[in-house]
């Protein structure tokens, strides 16, 4: 299974993006859907999780602008990210957790979000 991340690019401050990520084939059982980020110097920061119930996750930086969903027939996970800000600025990466067949995750090769002041 392969996931492709799109929907990054170059967006002044205030702006929005909306970033897609879907798998190449069926995933199986998935159990979480999330989007990382990871910005020059610092580590992998998780941005936000959906899980199988719908219920979701935003750290605290992001609540109120971001917002993450899924299209589970579709197995894409999206994140619309309004009022942008300078420090979004990273490479966001997709993640899918899934328990059936087996449990394992897998990760998209990441898009680029630049916010310019």
């Known amino acids: 299974v392969q996931l492709q991340a799109s929907g990054g690019g170059l967006v002044q401050a205030g702006g929005s993006l909306r970033l897609s990520c879907a798998a190449s084939?069926?995933?199986?059982?998935?159990?979480?859907m999330a989007w990382y980020r990871q910005a020059p110097g610092n580590g992998r920061e998780l941005v936000a999780r959906i899980f199988d119930s719908g219920s979701t996750y935003y750290v605290d930086s992001v609540k109120g602008r971001f917002t993450i969903s899924r299209d589970n027939a579709k197995n894409t996970v999206y994140l619309q990210m309004n009022s942008l800000n300078p420090d979004d600025t990273a490479v966001y990466y997709c993640n899918i957790r899934r328990t059936w067949p087996d449990r394992s995750e897998f990760w998209g090769q990441g898009t680029q979000v630049t916010v310019s002041s």
């Open positions: 084939r069926s995933v199986g059982s998935i159990d979480t």
